[in-house]
């Protein structure tokens, strides 16, 4: 039975490309960059914001990365929610998930007080244990240290927990901390990537992720 779910935020719990790219397309615009449709994020976004600047504008320096982020970040805090919603089905899981007794994690590369902000208003009422973004203490995924880190918080068996997300990120990062891994097909990125990228299971609904608690692993 499993009795922890970690799960990745943006193309997983949340749909939040819009934002994101508005953000980097005013931090953009802000440094005389050319900017992106909002659909070319879906490729760019799941490492970091420094990297999805880094893809954004590929000839930026270092110096010019850390101004882009400055300005991303001026635009982000603010209208983080504008237009970020939940998954159809994603309350109910989690609502579904705590009756059951199954704990609740996010591990996340987006920065940590835009992730901490998010999940408390779009989940207010839902217990999770932690809600881990990026940090300068440790690599972002799919280094496996943040699932280590919520384990270290929430101490469980392996075997009892799962990683679930919409990208290879979340797979890989799943597959480094020997955990079972979730790929969601409701993300940012195509069926194609997560099966090549190994997911252990592959759900077209948020309610499909129930089946698999009791799986051995």
């Known amino acids: 039975m499993k009795k922890l779910a970690i799960f990745d935020l943006d193309g997983t719990l949340l749909n939040t490309i819009s934002d994101l790219g508005s953000a980097c397309n005013y931090a953009l615009e802000k440094m005389g960059y050319m900017k992106h449709p909002i659909s070319a994020y879906n490729y760019m976004v799941g490492n970091g914001v420094r990297r999805l600047l880094e893809r954004a504008h590929p000839d930026a320096d270092a110096a010019a990365v850390d101004e882009l982020f400055g300005y991303f970040r001026e635009y982000y805090d603010v209208h ?66 943040i699932i280590f880190e919520v384990l270290s918080q929430h101490p469980t068996p392996k075997a009892q927990v799962m990683m679930i997300g919409d990208s290879a990120i979340d797979m890989e990062t799943a597959r480094r901390a020997c955990v079972e891994s979730v790929g969601v097909t409701w993300g940012f990125r195509p069926v194609s990537e997560l099966r090549k990228a190994c997911a252990v299971h592959v759900v077209s609904s948020p309610s499909e992720i129930l089946k698999f608690l009791d799986d051995p692993f």
């Open 80 to 145: 983080c929610t504008d237009t970020t919603e939940p998954y159809s089905g994603i309350p109910d899981l989690l609502a579904e998930l705590t009756e059951r007794g199954v704990a609740l994690a996010v591990a996340t590369n987006k920065y940590q007080s835009a992730a901490s902000k998010i999940i408390s208003h779009f989940f207010p009422d839902m217990p999770f244990v932690t809600v881990l973004g990026q940090s300068d203490e440790r690599p972002t995924k799919p280094d496996p240290s």
